[in-house]
């Protein structure tokens, strides 16, 4: 699995509403694509107005093709990401790519 994290300190935390409807929207037509397995959004503890955003793929390259796509293609879906304000027109982004290399589960949960 591969994922594509960011984070965003909105300009204005009481955008956040319109921030995730904007994130939900676009979400939904990167989520048409092949490799796509969903995104997350979490809010940063103790930072008003900041997110983490997540976005999950088969892989790193199904992930590129899809960047390609949308940034460079002529498809429909393109075309229609491309007409919505970008993320950072809601405020500053920081960008990780990653790729997954291990996982750790506890054995048993001990319940309290």
């Known amino acids: 699995m591969y994922r594509y994290i960011w984070k965003i300190k909105l ?3 009481d955008d956040e509403d319109k921030f995730l409807a904007f994130w939900e929207e676009t979400s939904a037509i990167l989520q048409t694509y ?3 397995l969903g995104t997350h959004v979490n809010r940063v503890r103790n930072e008003i107005g900041s ?7 088969e892989s790193k390259e ?12 002529d ?3 393109a075309r229609k990401w491309r007409s919505y304000p970008k993320s950072e027109s809601f405020g500053e ?3 990780f790519a ?3 290399i291990g996982s750790v589960f506890p054995e048993k949960v001990i319940e309290k």
């Open 98 to 100: 990653g790729e997954e």
């Open 51 to 57: 997110l983490f955003l997540v976005a999950e793929w």
């Open 11 to 13: 300009n204005n935390p």
């Open 34 to 36: 092949p490799g796509a």
């Open 93 to 95: 982004i920081i960008r």
């Open 75 to 77: 498809s429909a879906k």
């Open 62 to 73: 199904s992930r590129d093709a899809m960047s390609n796509d949308i940034h460079n293609g």
